[in-house]
């Protein structure tokens, strides 16, 4: 059975950084376009970051824009999300997800509002003094 799975969480400081990364098995994930969605308690769940397949275009939410950034290890089998400067207002359960379709679209709902074929398990994310 194909998953995806997120590592990368926990505790970190405002203005910290954390990298989170998406393992794919039993399936190649540089052939999907990944997305990163995060759900805050009591939020519902935003589009965090795209890219495609290969990986020539990353899109981001206004939110984390100059912030995170997202790129393939296709050695790995994973996609990393780097976040820098993190705000509290990052703090979330961090999800994975990856679609046969390669490309994002060019608006955030394009990628953000659609189904996706695979979703990982989610990280949590905190970001406190």
């Known amino acids: 059975q194909p998953q995806l799975a ?11 950084s ?3 990364t998406c393992t794919a098995s039993r399936f190649t994930l540089g052939s999907h376009a990944v997305s990163w969605f995060r759900q805050a308690p009591g939020k519902e769940r935003e ?4 890219i495609s397949s290969p990986g020539a275009y990353q899109k981001y939410a206004n939110s984390v824009k100059g912030r995170f950034t997202i790129s393939r290890d296709n050695a790995a089998n994973a996609v990393h999300l780097q976040m820098n400067s993190l ?13 046969v ?18 979703w990982g398990q ?5 970001v406190s003094s």
């Open 6 to 16: 997120e590592s990368g969480g926990g505790l970190v400081q405002p203005g910290g």
């Open 101 to 118: 379709i390669t490309a994002c679209g060019e608006t955030v709902s394009q990628w953000a509002e659609r189904s996706y074929d695979y």
């Open 87 to 99: 705000k509290p207002e990052d703090t979330g359960v961090y999800y994975c997800a990856a679609d």
């Open 122 to 126: 989610g990280t949590q994310v905190t």
């Open 18 to 20: 954390l990298r989170l």
């Open 47 to 50: 589009g965090v970051s795209c």
